[in-house]
């Protein structure tokens, strides 16, 4: 199994591109959610599912759009890149057996 | 609502020496507690977690954390500091549906040789 997935690992993006961060799981977990990581700040929640077709606001939503066609993937979209979005982005599952947050290796965005 | 405080964004041990990582949380229910380690480049790993079973939790590596509720803590503990535990380490502390979790500031620990 490969868990959760994450691509890319690493992006530069231009100030105003837009860009679809990739998520995916083969756990079968219905919760998924986005975070990123800035320094000092820890782990801040963007969007989070509940099963397809089924998504919710975090504590920092703006700038950021996503989806949840199926079970298995979780995209997060960035419509129009900001400097401010420049972070490390986590997508995590939430196994209800383990009571567990299942982490993906990570994404570097750069906007320059 | 749910909330973690991590005292010290910055640890120092020397090799040997006691681990000690404060966690304080703030909470409306009887909370889940969960330690996580994040290694250089990578993403975060489960340490150990605390479900209202038994208050010491032994984790991973040789951590334990305990549960306190009069103090409202869960500090991580190790006896014996090694040069791989050099890390950021994330305390959080779970929502009222279980799923959402809340996380910490984080707190480097480097490991003096």
């Known amino acids: 199994n490969a868990g959760v997935t994450q691509t890319p690992k690493f992006q530069v993006l231009k100030t105003g591109q837009s860009m679809t961060l990739q998520c995916a799981q083969d756990m079968n977990h219905e919760y998924m959610s986005w975070y990123r990581q800035d320094p000092g700040m820890g782990l801040r929640l963007i969007h989070y599912s509940v099963g397809a077709g089924i998504t919710d606001q975090g504590e920092v939503p703006n700038g950021y759009n996503v989806s949840r066609s199926t079970t298995e993937d979780f995209p997060l979209r960035l419509l129009s890149a900001a400097p401010s979005q420049t972070s490390v982005y986590f997508c995590?599952?939430?196994?209800?057996?383990?009571?567990?947050?299942?982490f993906g290796p990570g994404t570097r965005l750069t906007v320059t | 609502a749910q909330s973690v405080t991590q005292l010290g964004s910055h640890v120092s041990v020397s090799e040997g020496a006691l681990v000690l990582l404060r966690c304080n949380y703030s909470s409306s229910v009887p909370p889940y507690l969960f330690w996580y380690v994040q290694y250089p480049n990578q993403g975060l790993q489960l340490l150990l977690k605390y479900t209202s079973a038994a208050t010491l939790v032994k984790g991973i590596n040789g951590f334990e954390a305990e549960f306190k509720k009069s103090e409202t803590s869960f500090h991580l503990t190790k006896p014996s500091a090694h040069m791989s535990d050099a890390a950021e380490y994330f305390c959080?502390?779970?929502?009222?549906?279980?799923?959402?979790?809340?996380f910490g500031t984080g707190t480097s620990l480097t490991v003096i040789p």
């Open positions: 995590a599952t939430f196994g209800p057996s383990t009571y567990e947050q299942y």
């Open positions: 959080a502390v779970s929502g009222l549906q279980g799923n959402q979790f809340y």
